[in-house]
T-cell receptor, first 115, second 114 residues
Framework: DAGVTQSPTHLIKTRGQHVTLRCSPI?????VSWYQQVLGQGPQFIFQ???????GRGNFPDRFSARQFPNYSSELNVNALLLGDSALYLC??????????????FGPGTRLTVT | GNSVTQMEGPVTLSEEAFLTINCTYT??????LFWYVQYPGEGLQLLLK?????DKGSNKGFEATYRKETTSFHLEKGSVQVSDSAVYFC?????????????FGQGTRLTINP
């Protein structure tokens, strides 16, 4: 079975631009979470979606938005890019939200560089 | 809020050495605890987990015990290999709005020399 897939692998953008990152969860998983990992740090939670509804949001500005589609894939959008948005963006999927269904499986990430 | 603190790295060991990476947490309630590993250029892989006090998670020779009294979840391995070189993250589950998020430590880079 395929794991969590993310696209693109790498991306270079200029300050002020907009970017869209994509994630496909493991088949049968209904929850997708997004994390930002700045170089040398642990991942920071951005969003969690379950059954196409936002279930949680981390301490990120409104420039960050996301959505989940009927097939449970997800997009992360970032507007008005800043240099500080340069990071590895990780997507994780899980069957559900709590208990034994919560175990999260991570994709390889999208490396975003803002110049 | 809930948080995780890991020992500072980097850690460099020789092959077959004993490994300990310290992890302590601050949390309300009783979170599940995790160790994730990140190999160069890759995403995170779940290494092991424990869901309640005194549980021991184990996988690939790695072990960690959920210690509620010391709020710790230290990662250990008796004999490390070169292939264990990676960044290790301790994490806990933090409930939000009827769901859960993972809160990670800052990571510990481990290098094993042959």
């Amino acid at each position: 079975d395929a794991g969590v897939t993310q696209s693109p692998t790498h991306l270079i953008k200029t300050r002020g631009q907009h970017v869209t990152l994509r994630c496909s969860p493991i088949s049968g998983h209904k929850s997708v979470s997004w994390y930002q990992q700045v170089l040398g740090q642990g991942p920071q939670f951005i969003f969690q979606y379950y059954e196409k509804e936002e279930r949680g949001r981390g301490n990120f500005p409104d420039r960050f938005s996301a959505r989940q589609f009927p097939n449970y894939s997800s997009e992360l959008n970032v507007n008005a890019l800043l240099l500080g948005d340069s990071a590895l963006y990780l997507c994780a999927s899980s069957v559900g939200l709590t208990g034994i269904y919560y175990e999260q499986y991570f994709g390889p990430g999208t490396r975003l560089t803002v110049t | 809020g809930n948080s995780v603190t890991q020992m500072e790295g980097p850690v460099t060991l020789s092959e077959e050495a004993f490994l300990t990476i310290n992890c302590t947490y601050t949390a309300t309630g009783y979170p599940s605890l995790f160790w994730y590993v990140q190999y160069p250029g890759e995403g995170l892989q779940l290494l092991l987990k424990a869901t309640k006090a005194d549980d021991k998670g184990s996988n690939k020779g790695f072990e960690a015990t959920y210690r509620k009294e010391t709020t710790s979840f230290h990662l250990e391995k008796g004999s490390v290999q070169v292939s264990d070189s990676a960044v290790y993250f301790c994490a806990l589950s933090d409930p939000i709005q009827g769901a859960q998020k993972l809160v990670f430590g800052q990571g510990t880079r481990l290098t094993i020399n042959p």
